[in-house]
């Protein structure tokens, strides 16, 4: 579902134009009656959310807001455990060939939320439609490291020429195209079963909670757009009797402001982002709340290199040029983000050491006298003035001006709009090619360079929102994928990098520092760097899991 929202255009000389797409925003009467309602219910616990998901299907997610709750009502292969380390979730046993490329895992038996049995061929479908063109997941290209992926995702062959196999009820078979040590972490989010008993009957319409049964820690029971999530505890849970919180509220909450006074008050339990410019008051004023640890994201400006102005290289490379990274981390942000000169976090195990960009070193005045001669060079100038529209979220709400301050400064010739949308209508503009530029941000699903540097290559399909490709690029990434040579296979994603920084579809911005504003009473809450936090470990003081609070 695509939804509505408030588009707000702010043009060079500071004007402001409001456009009204229809969002009612979070503070509904049904919002606040379900955060107020249940304040006081210990087993409830109340989660803010940095906005509304798109879908909460596990074969078409992409955001983190929506993977988040996804990690509530699922259980794949693996699990992330409390601290983010991946463990055994469905699987009992595995073994794999000595070339890395046939894993065969034998899976614990456990139950749908219906009490039917979860089987290996329920996980098969799961995968196999994830990689299914007719799917329409736009993030599909990760499947291309599986056997006949390439050709699956093409439409070339069907879903089931996928290398994934049910052998019998209680046991997978997955064949690789690529050596991949890092599977493990790979199939905590890509290996959710599909409960084809109601698929079958329901379509894509088994997600909506009057028809969808679940085989996590928690089921969907309620979905008020644009209000609040509501899942309940699933009792056919393997590990049903291990967990304290028997209802967990979802809440959209756009205005990060806003996420910390409610976590501050207790009418949130915990909230996932803060506004960086509170860092300071935070640290000083309420420190027992915040949770702080490095980052796998790395945020970016995101250029369309398939229309307009930035199809020139010079155009990308000198609007990236111009930013001025330290002032916005440093001084806009207050240390909360660091200013990033490369397109993979320095967190991500493995990324190649040392890469940046060239000119991260210069001083700004020098940046922009070479942004400007790049435009010039370009055809720009005070006969042909460059006219563009940025286009952000509103967590950028404070960067965006900054950003815009900084292209303004190369030439008064450059003039930049900016314009903020929800994180829907954002994110819906970015696949339908409909944007000139704007913000972006990426958390690769597992500590590996090729889970970020996998949305460039040609074959990525939607996900690839920049539209751009590269010949040597792609011949880069297909060999750092066929060695098995941990130290080769850094060097040649350093160099896929470098082409990255050089080609600039993407200009490096900011890399966060996660912090989480967590209430004291809840245990269990550990900050990592690839955002894994499920319901399932998290407890309140003084809670005992529901199994032994029943004896």
């Not at 020139?312 to 660091?338: H, P």
């Not at 050491?353 to 000119?359: C, D, I, M, Q, T």
């Not at 303004?408 to 314009?419: Q, R, T």
């Amino acid at each position: 579902m695509t939804l509505p929202g408030i588009l707000i255009k702010v043009n060079a000389g500071g004007q402001i134009m409001m456009k009204n797409l229809g969002f009612a925003g979070v503070f509904t009467a049904g919002f606040l009656a379900a955060c107020s309602g249940g304040a006081d219910d210990t087993r409830t616990l109340h989660r803010g959310s940095d906005g509304e998901p798109l879908t909460l299907d596990p074969q078409k997610t992409v955001l983190n807001i929506e993977f988040a709750i996804i990690m509530d009502m699922f259980t794949g292969l693996y699990v992330a455990n409390e601290n983010g380390d991946t463990i055994p979730g469905l699987v009992a046993g595995a073994e794999t060939s000595d070339d890395g490329l046939v894993w065969r895992f034998t899976l614990r038996e456990s139950r749908w939320s219906d009490g039917i049995p979860v089987t290996a061929h329920d996980v098969a479908a799961g995968i196999q439609r994830a990689a299914n063109p007719a799917t329409l997941n736009e993030n599909s290209s990760k499947f291309f490291i599986f056997e006949n992926g390439a050709d699956v995702i093409a439409g070339n062959l069907p879903p089931e020429a996928l290398g994934v196999e049910a052998l019998d009820d209680l046991t997978l078979e997955i064949r690789l195209a690529y050596p991949m040590p890092y599977l493990e972490g790979f199939l905590v989010n890509n290996s959710y079963p599909l409960p084809r008993h109601v698929h079958d009957i329901h379509g894509d319409a088994w997600i909506q909670p009057e028809n969808i049964v679940t085989n996590g820690p928690y089921v969907l029971s309620q979905w008020r757009t644009s209000n609040f999530i509501e899942l309940t505890a699933n009792p056919e849970f393997f590990e049903a009797g291990q967990i304290c919180f028997d209802t967990v509220y979802y809440y959209p909450v756009s205005d990060r402001v806003t996420g910390e006074r409610m976590v501050r008050t207790g009418a949130l339990d915990l909230h996932t982002v803060i506004e960086g410019s509170n860092i300071n008051m935070l640290r000083d004023q309420h420190g027992g709340l915040l949770r702080e640890s490095a980052s796998y994201t790395a945020e970016d400006i995101l250029f369309n290199t398939a229309a307009g102005p930035f199809t020139d290289v010079r155009v990308r490379q000198a609007f990236s040029m111009a930013i001025d990274r330290r002032f916005i981390a440093n001084e806009i942000l207050n240390g909360a983000s660091g200013p990033s000169f490369r397109m993979i976090s320095e967190a991500v195990p493995n990324a190649a050491p040392g890469l940046r960009l060239s000119y991260a070193d210069d001083d700004m005045e020098t940046r922009r006298e070479q942004a400007r001669a790049l435009l010039i060079d370009a055809g720009y100038g005070p006969e042909n003035p460059l006219d563009v529209v940025y286009q952000h979220t509103p967590y950028q709400q404070r960067i965006a001006p900054v950003l815009q301050q900084d292209w303004a400064l190369i030439a008064p010739w450059v003039s930049v709009d900016i314009s903020v949308g929800d994180v829907q209508f954002h994110f819906a503009a970015m696949r339908a090619g409909d944007f000139s530029f704007g913000n972006n941000g990426w958390t690769p699903e597992y500590g590996d360079p090729y889970a970020s540097l996998l949305m460039w290559e040609s074959r990525a399909g939607e996900i690839n929102y920049s539209r751009w490709t590269h010949a040597d690029y792609d011949a880069l990434i297909e060999a750092g994928l066929s060695t098995s040579d941990v130290a080769e296979r850094q060097r040649l994603f350093g160099a896929a990098e470098e082409i990255l920084l050089a080609e600039v579809p993407h200009a490096p911005l900011l890399v966060p520092v996660n912090f989480d504003l967590v209430r004291p009473d809840i245990t269990g809450w550990n900050a990592n760097p690839a955002l894994q936090n499920r319901s399932r470990w998290l407890c309140r003081e003084g809670l005992e899991p529901i199994s032994q609070a029943a004896e």
